[in-house]
């Protein structure tokens, strides 16, 4: 089925904030989510023609989100482990106290405890949590059962919280 460029653009103009908050919980660098929400737009376009209706468009284009956020997910952790063996053999630069502490403020709690997530987890937080999808869309989204949806949303709810408390202890820790 062909699609129009108006259909397109409907499309786009219907889901684009959804995939852009769901992409935003991933990488919290504006520029990325913007190339990230642009990358599934594009797998979405150039795969249109062989969509068969047997889920929701916003299904299928959330699913297409997974992927796209997986696939970045691996190319931070690789990035990142070949910085770290690079920064092995720099030395370090010390920071002074009112960098650190000017550093510690501008960090919000939820976004690091969100970050030391599993992708898995985080993703079904976004889409239970933050977009509101039901139990079967997510489950159709991650290919998962809805069991698997429901157990999943509450273990990573648990450990967000779990990251908070923590987090939140360690902060009262260096003031006392």
Known sequence: MKKTEEEIQHIYRLYFTDVYRFLAAFTYDQHEVEDLTQEVFIRLFKSLSSFRGESE???????IAKHVAIDYSKKRKRQKIIQEQLFK?????????????????DVNSLYVASKELKHTYKAVIILRGIQECSIAETASI?????????????RAIKKLKINILELNSEIEERWV
């Open 89 to 105: 053999y720099i030395p370090s630069i010390s920071k002074s106290p009112e960098d650190l502490y000017t550093s510690k403020e």
């Open 142 to 154: 991650m290919g998962w059962s809805e069991s698997k949806v429901k157990v999943t949303y509450h």
């Open 57 to 63: 468009l916003k299904t299928w284009l959330f699913s």
